[in-house]
T-cell receptor, first 109, second 115 residues
Framework: KNEVEQSPQNLTAQEGEFITINCSYS?????LHWLQQHPGGGIVSLFM???GKKKHGRLIATINIQEKHSSLHITASHPRDSAVYIC???????????FGKGTKLSVKP | DAGVIQSPRHEVTEMGQEVTLRCKPI?????LFWYRQTMMRGLELLIY????????DSGMPEDRFSAKMPNASFSTLKIQPSEPRDSAVYFC?????????????FGPGTRLTVT
């Protein structure tokens, strides 16, 4: 069993829909990261959180430490949100990461 | 800041050849990470450095892989000899937890193809 599990693996949505991507982990963590990888391959850090909730524009990330679960929400989705979203957990004080397999999101106009 | 810089962006080589990938971290960042991404295994940590010292190389697949960080602004990942199964995208990332954030900044990656 992977230490970081994401669901769903693939997600297709219509523009404007509310999207949720889930991440569960089985290890102790120092922080949880949500990353975005565009079709061109570049990786961008969206959020890093260790408790509660963070919001940036149309993106919201939540984490429940007791349940070892995090969600990434996208409100009013847009085709430019199409990307692979990767959950990663940081171990130890250095923050080296263990990655989920990613969720491929496609938003249709 | 220019962000994390990697070179080359693409590398095509023949099996058995030596390959050297290069990374310049963000100035002031004291942690540097090398990751590999494949379709089958996703992103995996290969090795990371703190203040130029290798801390954890348990992700390095074989002795054919080696990494160095001679100074705070430069790191290399070398594969010798290369094999087709080494074909992947290799990412370098840097961070500065001492400044209060574990956020990692990724370079654009090097796409390696070994034929």
């Amino acid at each position: 069993k992977n230490e970081v599990e994401q669901s769903p693996q693939n997600l297709t949505a219509q523009e404007g829909e509310f999207i949720t991507i889930n991440c569960s982990y089985s290890v102790g963590i120092s922080a949880l990261h949500w990353l975005q990888q565009h079709p061109g391959g570049g990786i961008v850090s969206l959020f890093m959180l260790s408790s509660g909730k963070k919001k940036h524009g149309r993106l919201i990330a939540t984490i429940n430490i007791q349940e070892k679960h995090s969600s990434l929400h996208i409100t009013a989705s847009h085709p430019r949100d199409s990307a692979v979203y990767i959950c990663a957990v940081g171990r130890g004080s250095q923050g080296n990461l263990i990655f989920g397999k990613g969720t491929k999101l496609s938003v249709k106009p | 800041d220019a962000g994390v810089i990697q070179s080359p962006r693409h590398e095509v080589t023949e099996m058995g050849q030596e390959v050297t990938l290069r990374c310049k971290p963000i100035s002031g960042h004291d942690y540097l990470f090398w990751y590999r991404q494949t379709m089958m295994r996703g992103l995996e940590l290969l090795i990371y450095f703190n203040n130029n010292v290798p801390i954890d190389d348990s992700g390095m697949p074989e002795d054919r892989f080696s990494a160095k960080m001679p100074n705070a602004s430069f790191s290399t990942l070398k594969i010798q000899p290369s094999e087709p199964r080494d074909s992947a995208v290799y990412f370098c990332a840097s961070s500065s937890p001492g400044r209060g954030s574990y956020e990692q900044y990724f370079g654009p990656g090097t796409r390696l193809t070994v034929t």
